[in-house]
């Protein structure tokens, strides 16, 4: 293989969120969405050349960073972006703040379809809003859309925006077509903006396409707003660099406003050399990726499937977020995420992060070294193995 995701590489001690946040250097943490593995090559090199220039001034975004953003997105996901309906900024968290804040007023709902992405429920409650569940209907092992249910939360004249995951962490759902257009149809009918977190969809895997929930048709392009970045695709979270795509020229404007104001309006020299160089010339290393990262999926289902099979998978359609259903434990998610903790000095994300609708769940992030992979699961049977 060109690119060996099995190579070690230290991070303790580099100021890692993940792995730096605890001071036990026995403790293995499969937690926070980052991935262990070295980014690109064609990444480090670009961003070498820009280090070795030695001066780090204001930067400008130049239109090649407008133009490989389009590109890829056109050429792997058939999503046609005009460049000036793009707006940068520092996360994809900051941008959703900043949206939510342009589109909606104090004490206004948001609705969100849960479990789902803890920092949702984050940016809803600092613009003083309110967060209004959809849950998400779990039956036989996987997840599906309810749309009575969100028929009823969009006809409150007081729900203005739905925050939209796609594809979806941290149940691992590709939207189908058919399920983005009944979404899209109920939000156009309730006068509700959808905002698209789209920040996993370059990590789909074979049997699922990734659909911008912006490209099903003009009516959707202009009653929403996307949010992407390479962050996730390519490890590069602590570059800080996302894009909102807003089509509509009042809603950008209004966004515009709001990155002003939250002083998200600017992307460091790093940022944009690696959009550059992730966009033009990552696609080999990215099919490499999925390929390693589907084969850590593939090793941690036989895993539980041989030891644990009391603890169903949830099916992994995209991203490298592992959802594993505990309720035949009869602990709550804290409960089981503190003794693997202490017991075994594994790390994993309790299931109520994500909502009360994760009662029962542990997510587990598995991009990181087999070897690393297959000590957890060692831990995970030791305390829960029949």
Wanted: charged share 25%; proline share 4%; hydrophobic share 40%.
């Amino acid at each position: 293989m060109k690119y060996n995701f099995d190579k070690t590489v230290i991070r303790r001690g580099s100021n890692s969120y993940k792995w730096d946040t605890s001071k036990d250097e026995e403790i293995l943490p499969l937690w926070v969405a980052d991935m262990d593995f070295q980014t690109a090559p064609e990444i480090i090199d670009a961003l070498h050349k820009r280090v070795e220039h030695g001066v780090f001034g204001y930067t400008k975004v130049p239109p090649a960073y407008f133009d490989a953003t389009t590109s890829w997105f056109q050429r792997r996901h058939n999503f046609t972006i005009d460049k000036k309906w793009i707006l940068f900024t520092s996360g994809v968290v900051p941008a959703l703040s900043a949206i939510i804040k342009a589109l909606s007023e104090p004490y206004d709902k948001v609705i969100v379809q849960t479990p789902v992405y803890n920092c949702f429920f984050s940016s809803i409650r600092n613009n003083q809003c309110i967060a209004e569940l959809n849950e998400l209907i779990y039956k036989d092992g996987a997840y599906s859309i309810d749309y009575e249910d969100l028929e009823r939360k969009a006809a409150d004249p007081k729900a203005k925006l739905l925050l939209l995951c796609n594809p979806h962490n941290p149940v691992g759902r590709v939207w189908k077509r058919e399920e983005l257009q009944r979404i899209g149809e109920i939000c156009l009918r309730n006068n509700v903006i959808i905002i698209s977190d789209e920040i996993h969809c370059d990590l789909v895997y074979e049997g699922h396409t990734h659909i911008p929930f912006a490209s099903v048709n003009e009516e959707f392009l202009q009653n929403s707003v996307t949010c992407i970045a390479p962050t996730k695709t390519f490890n590069l979270a602590g570059i800080q660099v996302a894009n909102i795509v807003a089509a509509d020229e009042k809603i950008r404007a209004k966004i515009d406003k709001a990155l002003n104001i939250n002083e998200v309006c600017e992307i460091n020299a790093f940022a944009v050399e690696a959009l550059i160089a992730a966009y033009n010339n990552g696609e080999d290393w990215l099919t490499s990726l999925k390929a390693y990262l589907y084969e850590n999926y593939t090793v941690l289902t036989g895993f539980f499937k041989e030891y644990l099979p009391h603890l169903p998978v949830v099916n992994l359609e995209a991203t490298y977020l592992v959802w594993v259903d505990c309720s035949a434990l009869q602990q709550t998610s804290k409960e089981i995420a503190e003794t693997l903790l202490a017991k075994e000095k594994l790390w994993v994300n309790e299931g109520t992060m994500y909502g009360e609708a994760g009662k029962g769940f542990i997510r587990i992030n598995i991009a990181t070294q087999r070897e690393n992979l297959i000590r957890a699961l060692e831990k995970i049977r030791n305390v829960y193995g029949k």
